[in-house]
């Protein structure tokens, strides 16, 4: 069976740190990858998707960047922190038949202080 | 821009109630996802409706499309507090696979 994992689960980070998490799915390949942010009590807002190795779509302009080095890896990273970054980060795959179901990972949940 | 609303927003009601959730969503899509988010946790996938007409039921839990109105419904029959949690309906734009998240559903069931 597919499982997702992402680490860590919880952070806190000053504001202009780095940033670095990280997704892996397991049991599957070549999925698509995507990275969400929900801020506290607000719905999903998609920040990056990707369809292969290398393949990255940025969805919003942001100080956010993500990679994809293997192909069940999705990382999500920033140079410098901003105090609007905190929130609850989801990582999320969707498989090979086609529904366009997403399965979530546990969530990562970052303060930037 | 596609977009999807819920409502309402808050929900709170009694235990054994029946009551619905509502999605409405802007643009042409036959692929909807309803989606349960417990306090502090991940989303948990409840319904895949992939057409017009589409019904599933789960338990307390049923789910339908109607895409000429483009709106979707989350039925809640006989309501326990175990369904407490935050719904979210999502929208998949154009069959890209890139979903759409309405704002959500805070229900809260009460004994």
């Known amino acids: 069976s597919q499982t997702i994992h992402q680490w860590p689960a919880t952070l806190v980070q000053p504001v202009g740190s780095p940033l670095s998490l990280e997704c892996t799915v397991e049991g599957t390949s070549n999925p698509n990858l995507y990275w969400y942010r929900q801020a506290a009590g607000r719905g999903l807002q998609l920040l990056f998707y990707?369809?292969?190795?290398?393949?990255i779509s940025s969805e919003v302009p942001q100080n956010l960047s993500a990679s994809r080095p293997q192909d069940r890896q999705f990382i999500l990273s920033s140079k410098k922190l901003l105090l609007s970054d905190s929130g609850f980060y989801l990582c999320?795959?969707?498989?090979?038949?086609?529904?366009?179901?997403?399965?979530f990972g546990e969530g990562s949940r970052l303060t930037v202080l | 821009e596609l977009k999807v609303e819920q409502n309402p927003l808050f929900l709170s009601m009694q235990e054994g109630k029946n009551y619905t959730i509502y999605c409405n969503y802007s643009?042409?899509?036959?692929?909807l996802y309803w989606y349960r988010q417990d306090p502090g946790k991940s989303l948990e996938s409840l319904f895949v409706l992939l057409s017009n007409g589409a019904v599933k039921q789960e338990g307390r839990l049923m789910a339908s499309l109607d895409t000429k109105a483009r709106l979707s419904t989350l039925h809640i029959t006989a309501a326990v507090h175990d369904l407490s949690a935050t719904y979210f309906c999502?929208?998949?734009?154009?069959?890209?696979?890139?979903?759409?998240f309405g704002t959500g559903t805070r229900l809260t069931i009460i004994p």
């Open positions: 999320a795959w969707s498989g090979y038949w086609n529904t366009g179901e997403l399965f």
């Open positions: 643009t042409t899509s036959d692929r």
């Open positions: 999502a929208v998949d734009n154009f069959g890209n696979e890139k979903l759409t």
């Open positions: 990707s369809v292969g190795i290398g393949q």
